[in-house]
């Protein structure tokens, strides 16, 4: 179990004023030997949408202003599971604390933006395009990802997927979006009537008869690359069933459905999943143990499947939220919306189970929120540089 004078002695920071930039890849920087090929590298994002409580679920057993400040919502010190002597897991994290303690697994505290916003839609949308607080974009920082990573000819539907009915902000790019399903045969039927339907009636209009031809060409390839990568995952999707159960849940089948497509050799460098729930304003104790224990046993499952692969030094899964909760527990037994929390990394290279940087500091806030000293944009950029591989 790890000690804070560990922590010191391992955290590799540069830090100024509240600027810090992550280090946490320092093993995977390009060197003299050469840079691994961008297809084997793999980013799956999971979002917790709703503003998840950073305080309850890593827990700070040790500091008695988190206890004065929450007498009703506090995780009592015996129930806590102990990552070193400062901080704990929820309870209903264990099979994370498992992944933590096999050296997998780094936690990355007081991960925010100045001036941040507590509606749930405008800080989403900050936290998807990576925009500042007052500016306003309408491209995702994954959907830029996708325009500048290769040439038009090289790009494919498939190169980024979100398991879901829509797709997300962040997967939105000026010429290229991500793809989202949630089964590949599903898909495959849809677009496929879809695609017989334009065809039949002639080409497909961009909007009437006075729509620029090239526009119309260009729907008309679009759709034509849609199909062919719904025919590809949908044949794809076939040549690897995973072992592994999964919990019969949204969240188990959409990492399932990742695990599948992963294992499969899939050519996709992004899968994006979401989980919702996470607002918390009312009785949060038994719901956000729910939520917790329903995203852990998930991503347990998932991380299993990937290991017992040898997939997982390949695959780097992030886990965020909008923002955290408010330091004080409100009158109604849960949290009110606030601003820094805590962000995840999972993967096979990580430098063993640690605690990146310091943990939050609940005597200096900012009228009564936590204060930010990792902008998350610096994490999107060390994700997209050194694992990646992008220009971030």
Same mark, same amino acid.
């Given at each position: 179990?790890?000690?804070? =004078? ?22 995977? !920087?390009?060197? =003299? ?43 009592? =010190? #015996? ?8 901080? $704990?897991?929820?309870?209903?994290? #264990?099979? +994370? ?6 050296? +997998? ?6 991960? $925010? ?38 040439? @038009? ?19 939105? $790019? ?24 334009? @065809? ?10 006075? !729509?620029?031809?090239?526009?119309? %060409? ?60 996470? %607002? ?31 997939? +997982? ?26 601003? #820094? ?10 430098? $063993? ?12 806030? %900012? ?15 060390? +994700? ?9």
């Amino acid at each position: 179990m790890g000690t804070r =004078r560990d922590f010191l002695k391992n955290s590799a920071l540069v830090t100024a004023g509240t600027t810090l930039i992550p280090n946490f890849l320092k093993a995977f !920087e390009r060197n =003299r030997f050469g840079a691994a090929p961008v297809t084997n590298k793999i980013l799956v994002v999971v979002q917790l949408s709703g503003g998840n409580d950073g305080l309850n679920t890593v827990v700070p057993y040790r500091n008695d202003i988190y206890y004065r400040e929450r007498p009703g919502l506090a995780i009592p =010190r #015996a129930k806590v599971l102990p990552l070193n002597d400062e901080i $704990g897991f929820n309870p209903a994290l #264990a099979p +994370l604390r498992e992944i933590f303690d096999e050296g +997998l697994m780094t936690i990355l505290h007081n991960v $925010g933006y100045p001036n941040p916003d507590r509606s749930h839609f405008r800080s989403m949308d900050i936290w998807h395009t990576g925009s500042d607080s007052g500016h306003y974009r309408n491209t995702g920082w994954l959907g830029r990802y996708l325009d500048a990573n290769c040439p @038009v000819d090289c790009r494919k539907p498939h190169d980024a997927i979100e398991v879901d009915d829509t797709l997300s902000l962040a997967m939105k $790019g000026e010429k290229t979006k991500g793809l989202a399903l949630l089964n590949p045969e599903k898909l495959r039927r849809q677009i496929r009537s879809g695609y017989l339907a334009q @065809v039949s009636a002639g080409r497909p209009s961009a909007g009437g008869p006075s !729509e620029a031809p090239e526009n119309v %060409d260009y729907l008309y390839q679009t759709l034509a690359e849609t199909l062919s990568s719904a025919d590809y995952l949908y044949d794809q999707s076939k040549v690897y069933q995973t072992k592994t159960t999964y919990p019969a849940n949204e969240l188990g089948n959409r990492l399932r459905t990742v695990a599948e497509l992963i294992l499969s050799g899939v050519n996709t460098n992004v899968y994006y999943v979401s989980m919702a729930g996470f %607002d918390t304003h009312v009785n949060q104790l038994p719901q956000q143990a729910h939520l917790l224990g329903v995203y852990a046993a998930a991503m347990g499952a998932f991380t299993r499947d990937l290991k017992e692969n040898r997939r +997982l030094d390949d695959v780097m899964i992030m886990t965020f939220s909008e923002f955290g909760r408010r330091v004080k527990q409100n009158a109604s037994n849960g949290t009110d919306h606030g601003t #820094a929390n805590n962000l995840f990394l999972i993967n096979g290279r990580l430098k $063993g189970g640690r605690v990146f940087n310091e943990v939050p500091n609940l005597a200096d806030l %900012d009228e009564g929120d936590l204060k930010y000293t990792v902008d998350f944009r610096r994490v999107y950029a060390t +994700l997209l540089r050194r694992w990646l591989q992008a220009d971030d």
